[in-house]
């Protein structure tokens, strides 16, 4: 399944079953929550790590759709756009970024 693809059966699901799709404010606090649920999980190394991950991306793709935000594109621009980024490090050893792609 693509990303536009799970984005729309995410949005698909959210009417269906009555869930919020105007208050992006609320929403973000939802995502918030899921972070959170994913860091426990990852934390104590419970198996729901994973299925948790998967929240915090529905979450996001709600958000998206709920602005008119295709994903999958902007997702395929932010990656090229990461690659030609370039780095160096500083006298400490942190990475600096020099160009912005």
Do not use: C
Request: proline share 1%; glycine share 6%.
């Amino acid at each position: 399944m693509d990303i536009r693809d799970a984005q729309k059966q995410t949005w698909d699901n959210k009417v269906a079953k009555e869930f919020n799709t105007s208050d992006v404010a609320l929403e973000f606090g939802l995502l918030t929550a899921e972070v959170g649920e994913a860091f426990t999980a990852w934390r104590k190394h419970l198996p729901d790590f994973g299925e948790e991950l998967a929240d915090v991306v529905l979450y996001v793709m709600a958000i998206a759709e709920m602005n008119g935000i295709d994903l999958d594109t902007e997702i395929d621009r932010k990656i090229a756009k990461n690659a030609r980024r370039t780095y160096e490090r500083d006298e400490h050893g942190v990475l600096h970024r020099v160009s912005n792609g």
